[in-house]
């Protein structure tokens, strides 16, 4: 098999568009979640039980926040659905980064993309549907269908650079960006493409988002007035996850192709494992096989045993059951026969404790953070750890990142419906 080096980075999040900017924002401890109880319309907000979230901050882009403008033309603007948006902003950064951009018909045919988002456009599906039944056929717009379906984020990004390799989209819901990126190496292994762009996208800040997840008693509700405090994986008082938007895209390369055109190396992309739970439409089994399956599968394929994990970014969303779960599979995963001889020697943080919950785009932004754990020799903070969990025994970095030499990192996620996936990274050496 052809190996996959990592070339490039782009991500949009609550901490700001850029990924030195995300990053270094997440290593001064600092929070993108916020209160949405005062939006529009209010009745909708202000009945949620759940009125937090993690927001892209608006603004300009020498700021490090978003406008559309200074990414998109009007008529993208206006055409293209916000998901898709951040996509193609995160993928010209990505791109920028690893200084690719195609100039030859072969250059073009054997560049893919791979990109793909949890939920899509929930809300051109909603102000549709009322109009509809308001008004009927004349006001269903004739790019309803585009700004719907969820595979023209990758289709946009082939139009607007020209790719013509592989043009695919993972909808595993919170697995999406770690399948992307999974699926993606694995295209380029095979030698159906040279490089592809990879990720995921989300924007479904949307009260009927949030009301859909607080009937599945999902989200976050007992920090409304603190926000910054209600994301804290493997804390006692977590109480549900925060939902978030953002999009982070990673630049796969062939290692020789990587080379030839003297391009910098982040990482190698070394493992990939995915496994079902079989077994609920929401929740994990509760000994947390199936992410034991997937990490096990990911190590095994990149034949590196679980002593030589450095770092392991969890998926942890902060819900009480999930995080028990995925804790109990990595402890028994990592610790053992061919593991550590104790559970505190494992360095594993949830970076969701100060953006959120990307859904869609939550595999990617991890992905590249567990990217930059490697380069930097960095592991970034898990905030609002203020109480560990009572049986919990890992070094959950709380609060403050740590230095640490990170040779190899690990990155987990898992999605409603069962779905686990697990990205293994090691230093290019
Ligand atoms: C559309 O709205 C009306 C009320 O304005 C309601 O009676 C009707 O059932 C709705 N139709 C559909 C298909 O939802
Ligand atoms: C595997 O995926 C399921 C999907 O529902 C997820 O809920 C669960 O957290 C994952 N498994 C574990 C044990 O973490």
């Not at 809300?123 to 308001?134: F, G, L, Q, V």
């Not at 989209?169 to 592809?196: E, K, P, Q, Y």
């Not at 796969?252 to 992309?269: D, F, P, T």
């Not at 104790?342 to 991890?366: D, F, M, P, R, Y």
Request: hydrophobic share 40%; charged share 20%; glycine share 10%.
């Amino acid at each position: 098999m052809r190996r996959v080096v990592v070339t490039g980075l782009g991500a949009i999040t609550p901490l700001g568009v850029g990924v030195r900017r995300t990053w270094s924002r997440l290593l001064a401890s600092e929070c993108g979640i916020v209160n949405v109880a005062d939006r529009e319309p209010a009745v909708r907000w202000k009945e949620l039980p759940s009125q937090v979230a993690g927001i892209v901050p608006k603004g300009h882009r020498d700021e490090g926040k978003w406008q559309a403008s200074d990414w998109l033309t009007k008529g993208e603007e206006r055409r293209l659905a916000k998901f898709t948006q951040y996509a193609i902003a995160a993928t010209e950064m990505a791109l920028d980064d690893a200084e690719w951009k195609p100039q030859t018909q072969e250059q073009r045919e054997m560049t893919g993309v791979c990109l793909g988002s949890g939920i899509g456009n929930l809300e051109e599906y909603y102000d549709t549907s009322i109009a509809y039944n308001e008004t009927g056929y004349k006001k269903v717009s004739p790019l309803f269908v585009p700004q719907l379906l969820i595979n023209l984020g990758a289709g946009h990004i082939s139009m607007k650079y020209g790719l013509q390799g592989p043009n695919h989209a993972v909808t595993t819901a919170c697995t999406t960006g770690a399948h992307a990126i999974g699926d993606a190496s694995r295209f380029i292994a095979l030698g159906d493409a040279d490089v592809m762009v990879a990720g995921g996208s989300e924007s479904c800040i949307h009260p009927l988002a949030l009301a859909g997840f607080s009937r599945s008693r999902s989200l976050s509700t007992a920090y409304n007035d603190e926000p910054s405090l209600s994301s804290r994986p493997f804390d006692r008082d977590r109480n549900g996850f925060v939902i978030a938007e953002g999009a982070a895209v990673v630049v796969l390369e062939e290692l020789g192709h990587a080379k030839a055109r003297g391009a910098q190396i982040y990482a190698e992309v070394r493992g990939y494992g995915c496994s079902g739970d079989a077994y609920h439409i929401t929740a994990p089994r509760e000994d947390g096989h199936g992410a034991f399956l997937a990490m096990k599968r990911a190590l095994k394929n990149a034949g590196i045993p679980p002593k030589h994990v450095d770092y392991i970014n969890a998926h942890a969303t902060s819900t009480p059951i999930g995080d028990s779960a995925e804790n109990h599979a990595i402890e028994s995963l990592m610790v053992g026969d061919e593991g550590l001889s104790s559970a505190s020697q494992i360095a594993v943080s949830s970076t969701k404790g100060a953006i959120g919950h990307l859904l869609g785009a939550a595999g990617a932004i991890e992905a590249i953070f567990s990217i930059l754990a490697i380069k930097d020799n960095l592991v970034p903070p898990t905030l609002n750890l203020h109480n560990i969990e009572e049986g919990f025994k890992c070094n959950y970095i709380p609060l403050t990142s740590q230095q640490k030499e990170v040779t190899v990192s690990l990155s987990n996620s898992f999605g409603f419906g069962g779905t686990n996936a697990s990205l293994v990274f090691s230093k290019y050496k």
